[in-house]
């Protein structure tokens, strides 16, 4: 991720410095950056956390990420050695005023030291408990007075419900500016999640018929293989709708139909991202069971080897209500959109680990071609593939060669990796980058996540009055419960399975 200008001197707190985040994805990225030279001349990493830790131990275990999970591969001694001197610790209680007063003075002491004022970076890699703390001290300290060189960082979840989410924006709010507050979704950061808006605006092509008269449909799958490995305390409070649906899936909905923006601002796209949810049209308490489908998997075969249910997974509840898979049927009531259903989908122990945006064109409005002609015959479709592969793929009808008339589906392909010959970022590598540059483009708004939030209460309330009586519902290594199919039934519809990776397609040829 090379970039043509360096953010200004600039310190990046941590606090929870010593945690799995910070190993894991915060300094790998920081470090990758580096790499690139994409990070200031000056800058100076503060892991604060409550562990007793020296400055070489908190090395010694981060060396230990970045060589893990770093996106250079090998990791030259010199190259961890030059990056690993930005470094310290801070040992300290998160509830202490002493803590904060300690990393003011740091600060001061590196202005001083650099000859410059520095952006103030606080990364909240904390227990969600701990959201709602850190921002009242960096407050009573002074640490939120520069709304220009303050800024503040918090990772999901944003609230359990919609009432904590109003609690947690004000308590961020009484402390520091809107625009001083990035709310992270590492899905943002994505390539080929940023890649929906270039697609859209930067290409006469397909924006003509991005709307009601041209599409069917339109699927959102985010599907995971995996269990809820260390999480189980975690998930078994949320469940997929608050850990999945709140934020990722509906920020892939907000980019697939937002409106044209007028430019490229921060403000600009994120209010076109707002409108999409206050036209997504309400889901009454009384039709909650005709718009959404919740699951539980059991016990099943991923990758030919058995695997246990959800609720034997560690620190799960034996008898937990907790759905790890959602679908829902969702329509928007606007001139673009008006009666296209949008469906998403997310779940764990899924057939395969997949995200994508599949686009379902309209049929011809009349069939000419002879009954023997289209026995292969699919409706044209537009996948963006978003992981584990990123490209986009544009499925097609053509005629196979010979004397008949026969049509059969085509799919024309495009792959990143194989187009521009390089590895994409880390999706914290691009959202850590524009934090320093005080870009808030990928960042939630407290207005969207609030309305995020307003969408999904009445499925909340409705689940939490009416526990499910058929968990588990679905075998680990399936695409979840049959009901999930009945929901697109009901339009004529059905979901389809996601598309072979686009790198094995290219080189096994055309798929028909």
Not at 272 to 287: C, F, N, Q, S, Y
Request: with cysteine.
């Amino acid at each position: 991720m090379k970039t043509n200008d360096q953010p200004e001197p600039t310190v990046f707190v941590i606090f929870g410095g010593a945690g799995d985040l910070t190993w894991r994805k915060l300094v790998p990225a920081l470090f990758d950056l580096s790499q690139d030279r994409s990070m200031p001349a000056d800058f100076s990493v503060i892991a604060v956390d409550r562990v007793d830790l020296s400055d070489e131990k908190l090395r010694h275990r981060l060396h230990d990420g970045v060589k893990k999970f770093s996106r250079q591969g090998t990791v030259k001694t010199g190259e961890w050695g030059e990056f690993a001197g930005h470094i310290r610790y801070q040992q300290g209680d998160f509830k202490n005023l002493q803590t904060y007063a300690t990393l003011g003075e740091q600060c001061a002491k590196l202005e001083k030291e650099w000859g410059a004022k520095v952006h103030r970076i606080f990364y909240m890699a904390t227990p969600p408990s701990m959201f709602g703390e850190i921002p009242k001290y960096l407050g009573k300290a002074g640490l939120a007075r520069d709304r220009e060189l303050s800024r503040i960082v918090i990772e999901k979840p944003i609230g359990y419900d919609l009432e904590s989410a109003r609690k947690l924006n004000g308590i961020l709010a009484d402390s520091f500016a809107e625009s001083q507050i990035f709310r992270i979704d590492h899905y943002l950061g994505k390539e080929t999640v940023q890649n929906i808006l270039a697609f859209r605006f930067a290409n006469p092509l397909f924006e003509p018929i991005w709307n009601r008269r041209y599409v069917d449909c339109v699927t959102i799958t985010v599907a995971e293989e995996v269990g809820v490995v260390h999480r189980g305390g975690y998930y078994d409070q949320a469940g997929a709708l608050r850990d999945m649906v709140q934020n990722h899936l509906m920020q892939l909905l907000c980019l697939v139909a937002m409106e044209p923006m007028v430019s490229f601002d921060a403000d600009e796209i994120r209010n076109k991202k707002v409108d999409v949810l206050h036209a997504v049209r309400p889901i009454h308490h009384d039709a909650v069971h005709q718009y959404v489908v919740r699951g539980q998997y059991g016990k099943g075969w991923i990758g030919g080897k058995g695997v246990c249910g959800y609720r034997e997974e560690d620190d799960v509840s034996p008898d937990s209500q907790a759905e790890t898979f959602v679908a829902l049927k969702l329509f928007l009531d606007n001139w673009r959109w008006q009666d296209v259903p949008f469906y998403l989908r997310t779940g764990k122990r899924l057939t395969r680990q997949v995200s994508e945006v599949a686009i379902q064109f309209r049929a011809v409005p009349h069939q000419a071609f002879p009954p023997e002609a289209t026995l292969d015959w699919q409706p044209a479709c537009l996948v963006m593939s978003i992981y584990p592969d990123e490209g986009i793929v544009l499925r097609f009808q053509a005629k196979h060669p010979g004397p008949r008339m026969s049509l059969r589906t085509v799919e024309m392909q495009f792959n990143y990796q194989d187009t521009f010959a390089a590895r994409s970022p880390d999706a914290y590598e691009t959202l850590l980058w524009d934090v320093m540059k005080n870009d808030a483009t990928l960042f939630m708004r407290a207005d969207q996540v609030e309305a995020a939030w307003r969408l999904l209460m009445p499925v909340l309330d409705v689940w939490a009055a009416a526990p499910p009586g058929d968990f588990p519902n679905y075998a680990a290594g399936t695409w979840g419960p049959e009901a999930a199919q009945g929901l697109l039934a009901q339009q004529g519809h059905s979901w389809a399975l996601p598309m072979e990776s686009v790198g094995r397609r290219a080189k096994k040829g055309t798929r028909a």
